[in-house]
């Protein structure tokens, strides 16, 4: 779920924001939104960032890219026909759309048969962009003729109509979505006890030690484990305490829980087991 992961979610707002940007300066209809995406995946891909020392293709590929075949998304481009009369053009006009993703080349679409198709690198005009006709419905007439001015200052009263509503602006206070509430109080009260020596100088450390106490009172009546001898070789794995305050809904402490876990973690795989389990349902 992207939206409970921050880093993801920014991620997936930057790729919308670009497929946007991509799409509003070409004369692409926004179909092509899917061309786009993966473009603009592509970039990121391969774009440096301060985080890290190398970009993302660097670290899975092991080795630099190169930025010599990248071009405009969405830039005309001249593709050589394959068949046609003797006096037709010898060439289309297409639209440069992505790239292969296991190929050198790219795709193109060609708008006067309504078909996408891969080649290898054509004449692609990435300056010579189109004025775009969904534009023209916006742009403005200029005149030559030097604006009139005029110096008066008259006070007209406000005239509101019975009716229309008046539009004022909003003074609501922006808050974090609810979402994220647990990372904020988190961040505000992160003092458990880490280890049982942190338990016990804690000013709380009497309750601590009667939760403790019920931990292994109830382990005890449930018969959680038989103590044996270990076998031959084997090593045992071991358990330590995890403390945790439990909070009201007004953010104090209601009650002090303790666990008693194994710490699973230090096994070894091909040392310790052999086989693994995963969680039933």
């Not at 198709?117 to 742009?139: C, G, N």
């Not at 005239?159 to 609810?178: A, F, M, Q, W, Y």
Request: some cysteine; hydrophobic content about 30%.
């Amino acid at each position: 779920m992207p939206q409970l992961n921050g880093v993801a979610e920014r991620r997936n707002r930057t790729l919308l924001d670009m497929v946007r940007s991509m799409i509003s300066f070409t004369e692409l209809p926004p179909s092509f939104w899917g061309y786009a995406l993966e473009t603009a995946a592509k970039l990121l891909n391969i774009a440096p960032s301060k985080s890290v020392s190398q970009t993302p293709y660097e670290i899975w590929h092991g080795k630099p890219t190169s930025y010599k075949y990248l071009r405009v998304w969405g830039s005309p481009a001249y593709v050589k026909r394959l068949v046609g009369d003797k006096l037709d053009s010898r060439s289309s006009l297409c639209r440069f759309i992505g790239y292969p993703k296991e190929t050198a080349g790219y795709y193109f679409y060609d708008p006067a048969e309504q078909k996408i198709f891969y080649l290898e690198q054509r004449s692609i005009l990435e300056k010579d962009f189109p004025l775009d006709s969904r534009r023209d419905e916006v742009l403005i007439e200029e005149s030559n003729e030097e604006p009139q001015h005029d110096n008066t200052i008259s006070f007209e009263p406000t005239v509101h109509t019975d009716g229309v509503p008046v539009l004022r602006r909003s003074i609501r206070e922006s808050r974090v979505p609810e979402r994220y509430g647990f990372m904020g109080l988190t961040s505000q009260l992160d003092n458990d006890p880490k280890t049982y020596g942190e338990a016990m100088s804690d000013i709380d450390s009497d309750k601590w030690l009667e939760a403790m106490k019920f931990e292994m009172d109830s382990m005890g009546s449930n018969q959680v484990w038989t103590l044996v001898d270990p076998p031959k070789g084997a090593s045992p794995v071991g358990c330590k305490w995890v403390y945790k305050h439990k909070l009201g809904a007004d953010g104090d402490v209601t009650a002090f829980k303790v666990r008693l876990v194994a710490k699973g973690y230090t096994q070894r795989p091909g040392v310790d087991f052999e086989e693994t389990y995963s969680q039933w349902p």
